[in-house]
């Protein structure tokens, strides 16, 4: 027991005061445990016998725990995290909106909980109906006439929406070779292109921050494949030209793929199906409120029109004998499977308790909060922050650092400085077609009160960035631990605990 | 509208404070015949009392409570009650990725806890955290191989898990090189002469295995090793069931090992969500895809966590990038780690010893009983048999007795009609698994009594 003086104090009392927490190994100690299994109803095993090429002695360094350190750890740990439940998360394109807890009731009952996905379909009938209104409650709000739900995020469901799009070509007689992709969207989209075999083409933004038509008339040919589409745009803006290059792209026998990460700022108002979109994703995780849980899970569903349909994952859920649901997996245009299972089922859940707690007319109300709320930002940040658009947006704006790096003080470190006044901090540098972006999604969840604070703190860094930037720059000052040297950590990569060295 | 934070008063003052009269105005720039002019055909909005009744209905729909003996690729262990009363924290599950590192460092080191954890138990040097799931990562895996190998052509054992493989082959149909596949033998491992032929051609980039494998056998992860490694090719160790690492050796001669960490607490749930994981040698890590988070310093000099080594990933490499995954499966992983930690360095030994005792049970019952069981290697929680009966039948009377009886295998394995896999692991009872045995083995022959241990250990 070390003696307590004046001077160690704070080291001794830092585990309460600030919950720091060595890491789970550093902790541990020999013997210790958390768990206890009931006693075996069989025979204990043979192993000599049963795994003659013998087993493992031991887990180097694996850890030993009593139940109650570990609560305090995950705790303590926990309390270094910002979250939604804390506050404003205004992250643009990630939709950081209230994540409500009859969601998580609701997901974990234990007929839907503990269900086994290879249950024979008549011990699944709930699980089946439960996917079934949940496809038909997306395909109504996109407009769209089909939906699977298999793909795990936004991303896989790109992958898949392009597979398909592929398909459809082939089966055509060209799967073509391009895939016209704008400079203002998401790293996923591009990347996804390239694991469907496309090459990417860059399609150019306008003056207004919108895809430029020229660009759009000279490249859209019939190498083309499909045009990815973030509509509204990572600008938050919508492609007001959209009817032009729905047509452009399918004068030239090419398909209209629309990244929907954005649908927050559409649904009720506006369907991608009545603009001449193809396929698309979604993002549960976004638009419906599963909750993002410190980067995932989500899920990303693709809903296409109905000549796409063949194309579509198996297996389906379709309409069995005597009113029951049943899996088809017979279908020969399709292009297989993209993930083991039917995907993340848990947030499926969630998201149908979210669409019903809604409603018709509260999913509507939610997205045109969340176009006030970002539309009221921008406002009454537009005379302290640069506005490199000056299109009407929706659902998020995005600022520049240009006023800012004058002083030197850039959009990373406006985001840090944030962390004083205690919010998170918008999307750093991201679209990449603005210099030094600020990118900011409120969400509907967010009251005026709280949308107050955020601009009053926005306010106060631009007033600092002029009068004290390097109090900015060396942000943050007051969370419990200062800038991290991210350059460092990447030369020199440290991934995971190791013992100390003997001696 | 109760998760809404506004009146309708403060949504009037709001607007006029926009210079606007009505809502309708911030959506005048969306073309006229792109918006929607009548009400979403959708119910209105309901109360909570309303929904829960309405999802109950649902869960009640769904074998609910009933004994389950199926496993391929989704294991029912039980799980610790600590996982649910932490990640049900808000600061865990509503936070997201940790781009902003000095207010994320909770959710950062978890992953690096589980990094080595996951390194810890596989003999890996590094892991990322994380994939969609096992079968993802299976795919992720052949792409990286490729990668590294310059090498195209992918070779899978059938005996991993079907999905997977199909998964596999979704994510390669437009990848030049191709897949190619190597069979079983008797025992139910790798039929090794075949797979060395296989590897002959000197195109391989991957050799994909699974162990146990699909039929609960276990594998020989260094014999599997040197014959890829003597063409020139990787080993992909697949493992679906992490369960069996308390027991198993590790996959330390694999060069990179794609887990499905559901075993680990992660509830059965109809699929998902999961969290797959990425191990592999730390040369390789370049090439590796997904999240990873390393040591950092900040400006005293004390120790943190930060997301590393982007120039991987999309958002900074765009077509380049390693893969195109961004959204994973942290809060899943976060739940392994807590069941990693809860039963710790003996108690995941304790589990899997209980795991393999309880399916030795079921294997000796059946034996006992006359049903032919396929596969002698040994197995660790999963195993084969072929009853002499149609399963149709066997599967009504066990549903009726609240059993979920084994998975039929002839729609995957055309010469495996009429078997089962049937998956016992810690949570079945002996009870449960004496009405398993008697229903399979309805119309069996008994042997004698000495037959049995030979056909069940040989
Ligand atoms: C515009 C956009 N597209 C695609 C994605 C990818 O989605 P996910 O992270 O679910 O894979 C995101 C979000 O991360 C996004 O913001």
Same mark, same amino acid.
């Given at each position: 027991?070390?003696?307590?003086?004046?001077?160690?104090?704070?080291?001794?009392?830092?585990?309460?005061?600030?919950?720091?927490?060595?890491?789970?190994?550093?902790?541990?100690?020999?013997?210790?445990?958390?768990?206890?299994?009931?006693?075996?109803?069989?025979?204990?095993?043979?192993?000599?016998?049963?795994?003659?090429?013998?087993?493992?002695?031991?887990?180097?360094?694996?850890?030993?725990?009593?139940?109650?350190?570990?609560?305090?750890?995950?705790?303590?740990?926990?309390?270094?995290?910002?979250?939604?439940?804390?506050?404003?998360?205004?992250?643009?394109?990630?939709?950081?909106?209230?994540?409500?807890?009859?969601?998580?009731?609701?997901?974990?009952?234990?007929?839907?909980?503990?269900?086994?996905?290879?249950?024979?379909?008549?011990?699944?009938?709930?699980?089946?109906?439960?996917?079934?209104?949940?496809?038909?409650?997306?395909?109504?709000?996109?407009?769209?006439?089909?939906?699977?739900?298999?793909?795990?995020?936004?991303?896989?469901?790109?992958?898949?929406?392009?597979?398909?799009?592929?398909?459809?070509?082939?089966?055509?007689?060209?799967?073509?070779?391009?895939?016209?992709?704008?400079?203002?969207?998401?790293?996923?989209?591009?990347?996804?292109?390239?694991?469907?075999?496309?090459?990417?083409?860059?399609?150019?933004?306008?003056?207004?921050?919108?895809?430029?038509?020229?660009?759009?008339?000279?490249?859209?040919?019939?190498?083309?494949?499909?045009?990815?589409?973030?509509?509204?745009?990572?600008?938050?803006?919508?492609?007001?030209?959209?009817?032009?290059?729905?047509?452009?792209?399918?004068?030239?026998?090419?398909?209209?793929?629309?990244?929907?990460?954005?649908?927050?700022?559409?649904?009720?108002?506006?369907?991608?199906?009545?603009?001449?979109?193809?396929?698309?994703?979604?993002?549960?995780?976004?638009?419906?409120?599963?909750?993002?849980?410190?980067?995932?899970?989500?899920?990303?569903?693709?809903?296409?029109?109905?000549?796409?349909?063949?194309?579509?994952?198996?297996?389906?859920?379709?309409?069995?004998?005597?009113?029951?649901?049943?899996?088809?997996?017979?279908?020969?245009?399709?292009?297989?499977?993209?993930?083991?299972?039917?995907?993340?089922?848990?947030?499926?859940?969630?998201?149908?308790?979210?669409?019903?707690?809604?409603?018709?007319?509260?999913?509507?109300?939610?997205?045109?909060?969340?176009?006030?709320?970002?539309?009221?930002?921008?406002?009454?940040?537009?005379?302290?922050?640069?506005?490199?658009?000056?299109?009407?947006?929706?659902?998020?704006?995005?600022?520049?650092?240009?006023?800012?790096?004058?002083?030197?003080?850039?959009?990373?470190?406006?985001?840090?400085?944030?962390?004083?006044?205690?919010?998170?901090?918008?999307?750093?540098?991201?679209?990449?077609?603005?210099?030094?972006?600020?990118?900011?999604?409120?969400?509907?969840?967010?009251?005026?009160?709280?949308?107050?604070?955020?601009?009053?703190?926005?306010?106060?860094?631009?007033?600092?960035?002029?009068?004290?930037?390097?109090?900015?720059?060396?942000?943050?000052?007051?969370?419990?631990?200062?800038?991290?040297?991210?350059?460092?950590?990447?030369?020199?990569?440290?991934?995971?605990?190791?013992?100390?060295?003997?001696? | 509208?109760?998760?809404?934070?506004?009146?309708?008063?403060?949504?009037?003052?709001?607007?006029?404070?926009?210079?606007?009269?009505?809502?309708?105005?911030?959506?005048?720039?969306?073309?006229?015949?792109?918006?929607?002019?009548?009400?979403?055909?959708?119910?209105?909005?309901?109360?909570?009392?309303?929904?829960?009744?309405?999802?109950?209905?649902?869960?009640?729909?769904?074998?609910?409570?009933?004994?389950?003996?199926?496993?391929?690729?989704?294991?029912?262990?039980?799980?610790?009650?600590?996982?649910?009363?932490?990640?049900?924290?808000?600061?865990?599950?509503?936070?997201?990725?940790?781009?902003?590192?000095?207010?994320?460092?909770?959710?950062?080191?978890?992953?690096?806890?589980?990094?080595?954890?996951?390194?810890?138990?596989?003999?890996?040097?590094?892991?990322?955290?994380?994939?969609?799931?096992?079968?993802?990562?299976?795919?992720?895996?052949?792409?990286?191989?490729?990668?590294?190998?310059?090498?195209?052509?992918?070779?899978?054992?059938?005996?991993?898990?079907?999905?997977?493989?199909?998964?596999?082959?979704?994510?390669?149909?437009?990848?030049?090189?191709?897949?190619?596949?190597?069979?079983?033998?008797?025992?139910?491992?790798?039929?090794?002469?075949?797979?060395?032929?296989?590897?002959?051609?000197?195109?391989?980039?991957?050799?994909?295995?699974?162990?146990?494998?699909?039929?609960?056998?276990?594998?020989?992860?260094?014999?599997?090793?040197?014959?890829?490694?003597?063409?020139?090719?990787?080993?992909?160790?697949?493992?679906?069931?992490?369960?069996?690492?308390?027991?198993?050796?590790?996959?330390?001669?694999?060069?990179?090992?794609?887990?499905?960490?559901?075993?680990?607490?992660?509830?059965?749930?109809?699929?998902?969500?999961?969290?797959?994981?990425?191990?592999?040698?730390?040369?390789?890590?370049?090439?590796?895809?997904?999240?990873?988070?390393?040591?950092?310093?900040?400006?005293?000099?004390?120790?943190?966590?930060?997301?590393?080594?982007?120039?991987?990933?999309?958002?900074?490499?765009?077509?380049?990038?390693?893969?195109?995954?961004?959204?994973?499966?942290?809060?899943?992983?976060?739940?392994?780690?807590?069941?990693?930690?809860?039963?710790?360095?003996?108690?995941?030994?304790?589990?899997?010893?209980?795991?393999?005792?309880? /399916?030795?049970?079921? @294997?000796?019952?059946? #034996? &006992?009983?006359? $049903?032919?069981? !396929?596969?002698?290697? %040994?197995?660790?929680? *999963?195993?084969?048999?072929?009853?002499?009966?149609?399963? /149709?039948?066997?599967? @009504?009377?066990?549903? #009726? &007795?609240?059993? $979920?009886?084994? !998975?039929?295998?002839? %729609?995957?394995?055309? *010469?495996?009609?009429?078997?089962?896999?049937?998956?016992?692991?810690?949570?079945?009872?002996?009870?449960?698994?004496?009405?398993?045995?008697?229903?399979?083995?309805?119309?069996?022959?008994?042997?004698?009594?000495?037959?049995?241990?030979?056909?069940?250990?040989?």
């Amino acid at each position: 027991m070390p003696e307590i003086t004046p001077e160690n104090t704070p080291a001794l009392a830092a585990t309460h005061i600030q919950s720091d927490e060595p890491l789970l190994f550093e902790i541990s100690s020999p013997g210790k445990r958390a768990w206890q299994l009931p006693p075996l109803d069989v025979p204990e095993a043979d192993l000599e016998l049963l795994l003659p090429a013998g087993t493992r002695d031991d887990i180097a360094g694996f850890p030993e725990l009593s139940e109650i350190e570990l609560v305090r750890h995950y705790t303590r740990l926990s309390t270094w995290n910002y979250a939604i439940d804390q506050g404003l998360y205004p992250l643009g394109s990630c939709t950081m909106k209230y994540n409500s807890r009859l969601n998580e009731v609701v997901a974990r009952l234990e007929g839907l909980a503990e269900g086994h996905p290879l249950q024979p379909a008549a011990v699944m009938q709930g699980a089946l109906r439960l996917m079934r209104r949940l496809e038909a409650a997306l395909a109504e709000i996109t407009g769209m006439d089909a939906v699977t739900l298999q793909p795990a995020a936004g991303a896989q469901g790109e992958l898949t929406g392009i597979l398909i799009i592929r398909a459809c070509l082939a089966a055509r007689g060209n799967p073509r070779a391009k895939i016209l992709i704008p400079d203002s969207a998401h790293g996923t989209n591009p990347a996804t292109a390239a694991i469907a075999g496309y090459r990417v083409e860059n399609l150019r933004s306008d003056a207004r921050g919108l895809v430029e038509l020229s660009s759009l008339e000279r490249l859209m040919d019939e190498s083309v494949a499909a045009l990815m589409l973030t509509n509204p745009n990572t600008l938050g803006l919508f492609e007001e030209d959209i009817h032009r290059i729905a047509e452009l792209v399918h004068a030239r026998g090419g398909l209209l793929y629309m990244d929907g990460a954005n649908m927050n700022a559409l649904v009720g108002r506006a369907r991608p199906g009545d603009f001449g979109v193809d396929v698309m994703h979604l993002n549960l995780h976004k638009t419906f409120s599963t909750p993002h849980g410190g980067g995932g899970p989500g899920a990303g569903p693709v809903a296409v029109k109905s000549f796409l349909e063949p194309f579509l994952p198996v297996p389906r859920i379709v309409e069995g004998e005597a009113g029951g649901l049943r899996l088809e997996t017979d279908r020969p245009a399709s292009i297989g499977r993209v993930r083991a299972f039917f995907g993340n089922f848990g947030m499926f859940v969630r998201a149908l308790a979210y669409i019903l707690a809604n409603g018709s007319d509260g999913l509507k109300q939610t997205t045109d909060d969340a176009v006030l709320n970002a539309n009221y930002i921008r406002q009454q940040l537009e005379d302290s922050y640069a506005l490199p658009y000056a299109t009407p947006s929706l659902h998020e704006c995005v600022f520049s650092d240009r006023l800012q790096a004058r002083q030197g003080v850039h959009t990373g470190d406006i985001a840090k400085r944030l962390m004083d006044y205690g919010f998170h901090p918008y999307t750093v540098s991201f679209p990449l077609i603005v210099p030094g972006a600020l990118m900011i999604e409120p969400t509907e969840s967010e009251s005026r009160e709280e949308l107050d604070r955020f601009i009053a703190a926005m306010r106060a860094i631009a007033r600092e960035a002029e009068t004290a930037p390097e109090l900015v720059q060396a942000a943050p000052h007051r969370t419990r631990i200062s800038r991290l040297d991210e350059a460092a950590a990447a030369r020199q990569p440290v991934l995971r605990w190791q013992p100390k060295a003997q001696g | 509208m109760r998760y809404l934070p506004k009146s309708d008063v403060i949504r009037r003052e709001m607007l006029s404070t926009l210079g606007l009269e009505n809502v309708d105005q911030l959506f005048a720039h969306i073309p006229e015949y792109c918006r929607l002019r009548r009400p979403l055909n959708l119910p209105a909005g309901r109360s909570e009392p309303e929904i829960l009744e309405d999802f109950r209905a649902l869960a009640e729909d769904n074998a609910a409570g009933y004994a389950s003996f199926l496993g391929a690729g989704a294991y029912h262990h039980f799980r610790p009650v600590l996982i649910e009363a932490l990640i049900s924290r808000g600061e865990w599950f509503t936070a997201y990725t940790p781009y902003q590192p000095e207010i994320s460092q909770g959710t950062l080191q978890s992953i690096f806890e589980f990094q080595t954890m996951i390194c810890q138990l596989t003999g890996m040097e590094v892991a990322n955290a994380s994939m969609y799931d096992g079968s993802t990562a299976m795919a992720e895996a052949a792409l990286m191989a490729r990668r590294l190998t310059g090498k195209s052509a992918l070779l899978a054992a059938r005996s991993t898990h079907p999905q997977y493989r199909e998964v596999l082959a979704t994510y390669l149909q437009h990848q030049p090189g191709g897949l190619r596949e190597f069979g079983y033998g008797e025992s139910g491992a790798v039929d090794a002469e075949q797979l060395e032929r296989e590897l002959r051609a000197g195109d391989v980039a991957a050799v994909l295995l699974q162990s146990p494998n699909f039929f609960g056998t276990v594998e020989d992860w260094e014999a599997a090793a040197r014959l890829a490694h003597a063409h020139g090719a990787l080993l992909v160790a697949v493992i679906a069931e992490p369960v069996s690492l308390g027991l198993l050796p590790p996959p330390a001669a694999a060069d990179i090992v794609a887990l499905e960490a559901q075993g680990f607490g992660i509830p059965v749930g109809f699929g998902g969500p999961y969290a797959g994981v990425l191990a592999t040698r730390q040369k390789y890590v370049r090439s590796l895809p997904g999240r990873l988070v390393g040591e950092a310093r900040d400006r005293q000099g004390r120790r943190g966590y930060v997301l590393t080594l982007a120039t991987r990933e999309q958002h900074i490499r765009r077509e380049k990038a390693t893969s195109n995954i961004c959204t994973n499966q942290a809060l899943c992983a976060l739940m392994a780690s807590i069941f990693m930690a809860v039963y710790g360095r003996e108690g995941l030994r304790e589990l899997a010893k209980q795991n393999l005792a309880k /399916a030795d049970y079921a @294997a000796r019952a059946f #034996a &006992a009983a006359g $049903v032919e069981l !396929l596969f002698p290697a %040994p197995r660790f929680h *999963e195993l084969v048999a072929r009853p002499r009966r149609p399963l /149709a039948e066997i599967e @009504a009377e066990l549903l #009726a &007795a609240r059993i $979920v009886p084994g !998975l039929p295998l002839g %729609p995957w394995y055309g *010469e495996l009609e009429g078997a089962a896999l049937i998956c016992v692991t810690e949570t079945a009872t002996r009870d449960a698994i004496d009405k398993l045995a008697a229903a399979y083995a309805a119309g069996a022959r008994r042997p004698a009594r000495q037959a049995k241990e030979v056909s069940l250990h040989t």
